[in-house]
């Protein structure tokens, strides 16, 4: 009854830790021009750059090896708070946003994404004959959004899905130069599309979302062995040996 009661026990742990096992992620995120990286709604990595020039980040995390890992980015255009104007205030410019990972997400319309800033509201302000300073009549509006917008357990079921854009419309910007940042022409960004608002000029900053199925077989870009691989290993090894020390 005893070994019964210690070899349910030893299975129950074993489950735990199997089911909450972590998987070593990495890949890519490019944004024009600044964004936060969050994970299973922990801050994982912001771009070092807020303007120009125009780099990719390389990332590096734990994401988890069952269930879902759930993605959220902030991405933003440079631009001013109050007109939504670039290059001292004389012109509108446009976001963009792609990534990439080794468990397979990429950025697609499959993303939710939701406009927390957009402007200007009113593109005639631009009109210099009719107004002697953009800056005197461009103005931004700020929606509401939650504080937990990244958090694992927040609903975006109410969030639009994110439109999708190509390279030639959201174009690469300012290539960076030497000891600049990666080049995100230089990435191989595979199935990955830019994704934005439906205003890549006015939609100014915005937050995205999106649930990924945890794949303990997909393993690194390199082709070795996933750390997510080898810690199950470990996990039924341990078990094997508390199993026989049970029984024997």
């Known amino acids: ?9 030893l299975l129950l742990v074993v489950f735990f830790l199997w089911s909450t096992s972590a998987a070593s992620i990495s890949g890519y995120i490019y944004a024009d021009n600044y964004f936060e990286f969050y994970v299973n709604g922990q801050l994982t990595a912001t771009d070092p ?28 255009d ?4 109050v007109t939504g104007l ?12 792609i990534a990439t990972f080794s468990d397979g997400t990429v950025t697609s319309s499959a993303w939710k994404c939701k406009t927390i800033m957009y402007g200007p509201v009113n593109t005639s302000c631009l009109d210099t004959t009719l107004h002697t300073s953009p800056f005197d009549t461009c103005r931004v509006t700020y929606y509401n959004y939650s504080a937990n917008w990244y958090d694992r357990d927040f609903d975006d079921i109410a969030w639009p ?27 191989t960004w595979g199935a ?18 999106y649930t990924a199925s945890a794949n303990s077989t997909v393993g690194p ?28």
Not at 78 to 81: A, E, L, P, Q
Not at 163 to 175: F, H, I, K, L, Q
């Open 221 to 248: 870009t390199d082709g070795g062995t996933s750390t997510s691989c080898v810690n199950k290993l470990s996990l039924l090894l341990i078990f094997l040996i508390s199993f026989i020390r049970l029984v024997v």
């Open 86 to 97: 670039e290059y001292d205030n004389t012109q509108m410019g446009d976001g963009g946003l």
């Open 161 to 187: 899905a994110a439109v999708e854009y190509t390279a030639d419309v959201v174009g690469w910007g300012r290539t960076p130069g030497a000891n600049e940042g990666i080049n995100p022409r230089t990435i």
């Open 78 to 81: 440079f631009s001013d708070n």
């Open 192 to 209: 990955a599309k830019f994704i934005w608002r439906e205003d890549l000029l006015r939609d100014n900053t915005i937050l995205c979302r």
């Open 1 to 9: 009854m005893m070994m019964t009661y210690q070899l349910a026990s």
């Open 49 to 76: 750059v807020l303007f120009i020039p125009h780099q990719a980040v390389q990332v590096s995390f734990e994401g988890r090896d069952n269930g879902t890992n759930v993605y959220a980015i902030l991405a933003k």
